[in-house]
């Protein structure tokens, strides 16, 4: 799948995500989530998304909420930037709902553009929801100090 904003555009592999989502999905009705990695072409308008973490040890998983974690992010991230690969931004589930960020998702996403452990000043967030049988998706991208709903291409 390709997602756009503008000339950038934001490739994001379903394998990623799929297996994990629906078992998750089986068994469990809350949110869940966690970093994404990938590279940049050169000319930094393309991002491709290599890796959708599991949550850390440390994210709350709740009904309604996902608050990611920290904990092993610096010594994972430092392998990542070794192998070329750089945080892109967070991804989470929205179980049996729709991808559409809330406020506070949008805020996360704020966040994380100004978090200077992650060296990421225009992360991407990529919401997921439907169910075990269709997951949907949705990418937000933090750019020029505001928040972006990428398209997705047909
Ligand atoms: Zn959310």
Sequence with gaps: MIFRYKNISISLDEELY?????NHLKTSNTETGGIICGYYSSD????????MC?????SI?????????????????KNEW??????LGDWHLHPNASPIASKQDLMQLENNAKDKTLKCPEPIMI????????I???IYLFIDGDIKVCERDL
């Design 82 to 87: 070794d192998d070329g690969k750089y945080y």
């Design 54 to 58: 599991l949550p850390t040890p440390d």
């Design 136 to 138: 949907t998706v949705n």
């Design 127 to 134: 919401i997921l929801g439907g169910n075990k049988n269709c």
């Design 18 to 22: 799929k297996d994990y989502i629906s």
């Design 44 to 51: 930094l308008t393309s991002a491709v998304v290599t890796k």
């Design 61 to 77: 998983l709740k009904q309604a909420s996902f608050q990611r974690g920290v904990q092993g992010l610096k010594n994972f991230l």
